[in-house]
């Protein structure tokens, strides 16, 4: 009753300079990611409200070898205006306690065929789990059934990751700390633009 998302919000993408001069001038848009190991499952990944985490993540992907399939020589930031529409948001009730049937029926399956199932993990001695197999296929397979019961599909998802060093000791918060959004439904993005830089002498509203 509440997935329906009710505004629209930022979203920024990190990429390679030439796609996003592609995107800018209308002749590309973004692909959905299809890799196995992706937080929120396949789709368009976007940085809720947070250009400088899009940055970053370019950057890294830039100079970590192991990354090489994101091809990102200089770095950049697409901006785009997303509707999240019918929303599998995982910051509320509904949709986690969906999540956990979703397990539960991932979980079914492996066993049933013998198949081990998927784990996150980290990448090299990172403590966070960079990779999330896991998640991905429990997202997966919540699509996928509900497509098989002719249910609503979802336009989106939305997640809340704690990430990186505390901020401070004991501290509940963490450096990189962020929302991120997953597209599904490739209308649900309404416009891409170019971030801009504040401009001097002017409060930001």
């Known amino acids: 009753m509440y ?26 848009r973004l692909k959905p990611s ?17 250009p400088l985490r899009a940055l970053d993540y370019a950057r890294i992907s830039k100079e970590n070898p192991r990354r090489r399939k994101s091809r990102v020589e200089d770095e950049a930031v697409i901006g785009a205006i997303i509707d999240l529409g ?20 991932l979980h079914d399956a492996c066993t049933e065929s013998g198949v081990q199932l998927p784990q996150n993990r980290p990448i090299g001695e990172e403590r966070d789990l960079l990779l999330r197999p896991l998640d991905c ?37 963490k450096e990189k700390n ?8 490739l209308n649900s993005i309404k416009g891409y633009f170019r971030p801009l830089s504040p401009v001097d002498g002017h409060i930001i509203p």
């Open 137 to 173: 296929a429990v997202i997966q397979t919540v699509h996928a059934f509900r497509a098989e019961n002719e249910q609503r599909p979802y336009d989106s998802v939305r997640g809340v990751f704690w990430e990186g060093k505390e901020l401070y000791p004991n501290a509940g918060f």
């Open 178 to 185: 962020h929302i991120q959004i997953c597209v599904r439904n």
């Open 3 to 28: 997935s329906s998302y009710p505004s629209l919000v930022c979203g920024f993408h990190g990429c390679d300079r030439r796609l996003a001069e592609e995107v800018f001038a209308g002749r590309q």
């Open 86 to 105: 019918y929303c599998f948001n995982l910051l509320e009730s509904d949709s986690l306690e969906i999540l956990s049937e979703g397990y539960g029926i």
């Open 34 to 50: 299809e890799n196995e190991y992706d937080w929120l499952g396949n789709g368009v990944y976007f940085w809720e409200h947070n």
